[in-house]
Nanobody
Framework: QVQLVESGGGLVQPGGSLRLSCAAS????????MGWYRQAPGKPRELVAG???????NYANSVKGRFTISRDNAKNTVTLQMNSLKPEDTAVYYC??????????WGQGTRVTVSS
């Protein structure tokens, strides 16, 4: 059974940083492209960043230059370093495979609030 557990969210002031982590189990993590997604109140879930099994990355324009995605295939974890946070980054953040598959249920997510 696939399990995705996100952590590391919290309340941070604009301009601050947070580091999110995702622990994956029940899948062949090393061959999967992984993504960090977010869902802000009243908005659809969106892909924020992705990383292939080989380490190639891509980012949404809104976070490019501020966020960095990385992975540790030995530990089955994927990380999102978020710098220069803005109020519009406020959302619940999730990790999952990319593209999302029906058989890969979403985890609980981790809430990020950027506010002064």
């Amino acid at each position: 059974q696939v399990q995705l557990v996100e952590s590391g969210g919290g309340l941070v002031q604009p301009g601050g940083s947070l580091r999110l982590s995702c622990a994956a189990s029940g899948m062949d993590f090393t061959i999967k492209t992984m993504g960090w997604y977010r869902q802000a109140p009243g908005k659809p879930r969106e892909l924020v960043a992705g990383i292939t099994s080989g380490g190639s990355t891509n980012y949404a324009n809104s976070v490019k230059g501020r966020f960095t995605i990385s992975r540790d295939n030995a530990k089955n974890t994927v990380t999102l370093q978020m710098n220069s946070l803005k109020p519009e980054d406020t959302a619940v953040y999730y990790c999952n495979v990319y593209p999302v598959a029906v058989s890969y249920a979403w985890g609980q997510g981790t809430r990020v609030t950027v506010s002064s």
